[in-house]
């Protein structure tokens, strides 16, 4: 499976500044989460957004570069998931519950270990957990864009 680091600043940041795979070699990232990094085409930079930026629009309102986290986020983000962790949860038996896959799609629900990461001030975190620390009304900037597969 392949998917996507998106840097996020506070201001933006000049191109050649971006950071890029050799900032997520020096972390934890692969081995805990990843396989390899690589960058992305430079050309492919308004798709990868574009693909950031699909089933989002309640969450973040963009303008080229910058993004704004907009009132509701974090319901309208995790509206669904919190339903199928409700409807998962009530169906689980005690067997399931012991069961080391049943257990895996729950906490799947609720932290998606293998989907979009948010690279800020020199360290990954998972999309999910930064919906849910970030201020809504807050401002950034996607800065460089570096694919991972796992």
Known sequence: MNNRI?????APVPNNEWFNEDDIRETSF???VADCVYNQPSEERESNIGWFMRYREEVFARDGNKITVLPGAKHAYFKRRYEQFKKYAVQMTLDD?????????????????YHIYIYR??????????????????????????????
Request: with cysteine.
């Open 30 to 32: 692969i081995g805990s």
């Open 121 to 150: 001030n020199g360290k990954w975190q998972s999309l999910d957990h930064f919906i849910r620390v970030v201020e809504e009304g807050s401002v950034f900037y996607i800065g460089g864009i570096v694919g991972y597969r796992c």
């Open 97 to 113: 519950f012991c069961d080391s896959y049943e257990t895996w799609v729950l906490q799947e629900i609720i932290q998606n270990k």
């Open 6 to 10: 998106y840097q996020l600043t506070k």
